[in-house]
């Protein structure tokens, strides 16, 4: 089958496998590149197939020769629909590591789901006894609670008063004005139960529970701050809310594992394009532009970047570096006055009739697109692949 890109706004409906391999081992072969460093060995990524997930478990497995379960919600190719990108990522993981030796199983599934989580203890169980390090980087627009049955629907939304700024369509380059109206009480409670820290903890506490938890385990989620331009859409937003969550249960996490020696840590990590990152009014505009300030400074990182610093430096290594609440920072590269001031003076000045020349839009547009296998210069994209590609331990 021949595959191309076919989108409406920040989705891909489509996916290229050989293009999600390059994708994969793109940032296996930057992780080989850094060599070695003495990490974790037996980690649980809980939405692993994409993004920081993902980058997780590569930096993992191919950085400190972890075992790694990982833990997606994703389609195979069903008659000419291809498989999601997801898929076709954890596929492609999944082969380079058992190349390499290393011990790699995928759960497919509802990871807010009592079954999941129990497949889960099982196979630690099996095949691991327990694990160091459990990260938690689930991003899904809705949640079915496990006890209650209640589903949840999240919105991006500000909270208070309608905000109004420029964004951008990145797949035309024009920029307009957009407002967005506030929030209700509703929409804020339920974006925080999707969202926030609630199956993190169940997660941990579950895990505990089954006694599958090493000493001294490490859990950590992810979380982004970003500068004013997006605070209305994020920081102070409804996801602004759900973090504040997140954030108070690595606290609570942090005190339950301290009884073995355990940590539970928030990573403020950069901004960058993801599937979850693409759906936010307002940040396409903003990475654009900050992609050619870091560019141009040569301080540009991907998802594999941020991972590696994250675990070889901050959590396994010998450069910390947290802020005033304990949170682990590795955007501060991002955050720094220099590149902030430039970014917020482009802002200004940015428009349809000069977007291309102020911004990086067109290297976000092809962020966007390898984030389905597309736009890579060494995949022909006018030849026949099979798509029904299989994830080795989903067979």
């Not at 969550?245 to 840590?265: C, H, I, M, P």
């Not at 993801?274 to 141009?296: C, D, G, H, N």
């Not at 301080?299 to 610093?309: D, L, N, S, W």
Request: proline share 4%; net charge negative.
């Amino acid at each position: 089958m021949i595959v191309t890109p076919k989108y409406r706004g920040f989705i891909c409906t489509t996916s290229h496998p050989e293009g999600c391999a390059v994708n994969v081992n793109h940032q296996i072969n930057y992780i080989k590149s850094k060599g070695k460093f003495n990490g974790p060995k037996k980690v649980l990524v809980i939405g692993a197939s994409t993004g920081y997930g993902l980058a997780s478990r590569i930096a993992a497995a191919f950085g400190s020769g972890a075992a790694t379960i990982g833990v997606a919600f994703e389609k195979p190719a069903t008659g000419s629909r291809t498989a999601s990108a997801g898929w076709y990522n954890t596929a492609a993981f999944e082969k380079a590591a058992l190349k390499e030796g290393l011990y790699a199983k995928t759960i497919n599934g509802d990871a807010f789901s009592n079954e999941i989580k129990q497949q889960v203890i099982d196979l630690i169980k099996k095949d691991l006894e327990k694990v160091d390090l459990v990260v938690y980087s689930l991003a899904s627009p809705r949640r079915t609670h496990p006890v209650t049955g209640e589903t949840f629907n999240s919105v991006i939304k500000p909270i208070g008063e309608t905000y109004t700024n420029k964004t951008v369509d990145f797949h035309t380059g024009v920029v307009s004005e957009a407002s967005f109206e506030p929030a209700t009480e509703e929409e804020i409670q339920n974006t925080v139960k999707v969202m926030g820290g609630e199956d993190w903890e169940m997660w941990i506490h579950a895990l505990d529970e089954a006694g599958v938890l090493e000493k001294n385990t490490i859990t950590i989620a992810y979380s982004y701050i970003g500068p004013e331009i997006t605070h209305p859409i994020y920081k102070n937003g409804t996801i602004g809310k759900a973090k504040e969550d997140l954030e108070q249960t690595s606290k609570r996490l942090n005190v339950f594992l301290s009884k073995n020696g355990g940590k539970a840590y928030i990573s403020v990590n950069k901004a960058l394009v993801t599937q979850s990152s693409s759906a936010i009014p307002v940040v396409p505009l903003y990475m654009s532009l900050l992609f050619k300030v870091m560019k141009e400074k040569n301080v540009h990182e991907g998802c594999i970047e941020q991972m590696y610093r994250l675990f070889a430096d901050r959590l396994y290594g010998n450069k910390p570096l947290y802020d005033s609440e304990g949170r682990i920072r590795i955007d501060e590269l991002e955050m720094s006055d220099d590149v902030q001031s430039k970014v917020n003076e482009l802002w200004k000045k940015v428009d349809t009739d000069n977007i291309n020349e102020l911004s990086d839009l067109e290297g976000f547009r092809n962020e966007f697109f390898n984030l389905f296998g597309f736009a890579f210069d060494e995949i022909d994209y006018d030849k026949d692949v099979d798509i029904d590609v299989k994830i080795p331990s989903i067979e």
